[in-house]
């Protein structure tokens, strides 16, 4: 009995454009003038005879309009490090450069979005994207067309004069950008940005946070927990360690742009997850012993769980 042949089905999981020559995107990065540079940065804190190193001797160059994550465990300084970036603690020893510029305080050049929704309650979402114009001395009209002009950007005119608290968080975050972008920052800071949003949302401002930064002059230095994000993200990822706070690698994601939310279904991806994962979760283990040797529960039901 003679079998039909068919066509052998294309594999189910997804690859990266084969023409991506990520050697060349790095070389065109590393040709750039450096924005960000930090020169032994070192920080501590100390509370009555005892002193924590926080930051311990980083060295780290940016280049302009990188995209860069910055990730490790918990207690590595990360959140630390773009609070120095922003000018809003201060460190002890080294240097911290924007431009050639030692970062002496917060600076319109620097912006900067947190986790938490830090808008003002009683100003209205015009109102909080036209804060920043107004306080470098615009006048009122002309801080309101810049600020409709983000507005617009981030696709909420619908919205302008809601109050916070009539918003999504997803929204609200949106504003949070506008009303930094608005300034015309060298550098974004972003600090956990989508940490408290729903999947949905979150992956929504991923895609809308990469347009941002594809179409506009701008550098952003991002910190989070989430490696997925981290990888789909960045152009490198910037690996801290904990106890003291120090640079254990930087990972150039050799992935091509723009990404899809499909390049994590990717064999490229998924090694780079398994990289990432391995320098953050081991160091997790150390700093906790107890997650490595989490104990058995004793049975305290009568109610099956098998089908």
């Known amino acids: ?75 590595c300084g990360k959140s630390t490090f773009s609070r120095v970036v922003a000018g809003l603690d201060p460190y002890t020893e080294g240097e911290i450069l924007v431009d050639g510029q030692p970062i002496l305080g917060p600076s319109p050049e620097r912006g900067m979005v947190f986790q938490g929704y830090t808008l003002f309650p009683w100003k209205t979402v015009k109102e909080n994207v036209m804060f920043g114009p107004q306080m ?78 594809q179409n506009i002059d701008i550098t952003i230095i991002f910190v989070t927990h989430d490696m997925d994000e981290a990888i789909l993200l960045a152009d490198r990822i910037v690996a801290l360690k904990a106890n003291p706070g120090e640079i254990k690698e930087i990972i150039e994601v050799d992935l091509p742009r723009p990404r899809s939310p499909d390049v994590i279904l990717t064999p490229e991806f998924k090694a780079l997850r398994q990289r990432v994962d391995q320098l953050v979760h081991a160091q997790e283990d150390e700093l906790d012993p107890a997650l490595a040797d989490l104990p058995s529960i004793p049975r305290m039901t009568q109610v099956s769980h098998r089908k």
């Open 1 to 75: 009995m003679n079998q039909t042949s068919h066509p052998q089905a294309e594999p189910t999981h997804a690859r990266v454009q084969p023409d991506f020559n990520a050697r060349e995107y790095f070389d065109r990065i590393y040709q750039r003038p450096v924005i960000l540079e930090a020169k032994k940065l070192t920080q501590t804190f100390k509370h009555g005879k005892t002193q924590r190193t926080i930051l311990n001797a980083l060295d780290l160059k940016i280049h302009k309009r990188e995209f860069i994550c910055v990730i490790g465990p918990s207690g």
């Open 136 to 213: 470098k001395g615009q006048s009122h009209a002309s801080a309101e067309a810049h600020a409709r002009e983000w507005i617009n950007i981030i696709g909420l005119e619908k919205y302008e004069n809601q109050y916070p608290h009539q918003l999504s968080g997803g929204m609200k975050q949106r504003v949070a950008i506008a009303r930094a972008l608005v300034n015309e920052p060298k550098i974004l800071l972003m600090d956990e940005p989508f940490g408290a949003l729903d999947p949905h949302t979150r992956q929504k401002m991923q895609r809308h946070l990469m347009d941002l930064w």
